[in-house]
């Protein structure tokens, strides 16, 4: 079993800056793949960013991609995802997400563990 604790979420205004980790424990093969999903108020669980340990790389929303970085730390298998230029757009509560396959997708159905999420709130 792969337990997802996040961490570093809370209030910042327009233009800062916040950087959320996620830190994993259980096998390392269930964890590939590790990415950041976020869910707005009213809105539908959406994809934020994801690294994948084959291609050791960083895939991004087309919302986010030029402010936020995904980077991994595979020796404490935590990923952490830098947030620049924040926007009020931005404010949701954040899940990490971790799958056992070596590639990343950008659909939920695709990941099998969910930490309990950090509230990241952006005042304009």
């Known amino acids: 079993q792969v337990q997802l604790v996040e961490s570093g979420g809370g209030l910042v205004q327009a233009g800062g800056s916040l950087r959320v980790s996620c830190a994993a424990s259980g096998r390392s093969a269930s964890t590939s793949t590790m990415g950041w999903f976020r869910q707005a108020p009213g809105k539908e669980r959406e994809f934020v960013a994801a690294?994948?340990?084959?291609?050791?790389?960083?895939v991004y929303a087309d919302s986010v991609k030029g402010r936020f970085t995904i980077s991994r730390d595979n020796a404490k298998n935590t990923v952490y995802l830098q947030m620049n230029n924040l926007k009020p757009e931005d404010t949701a509560i954040y899940y990490c997400?971790?799958?056992?396959?070596?590639?990343?997708?950008?659909?939920?159905?695709?990941?099998?563990?969910w930490g309990q999420g950090t509230q990241i709130t952006v005042s304009s």
């Open positions: 997400a971790a799958s056992g396959r070596p590639f990343v997708t950008a659909s939920s159905n695709g990941y099998d563990y």
């Open positions: 690294y994948s340990w084959s291609s050791r790389s960083g």
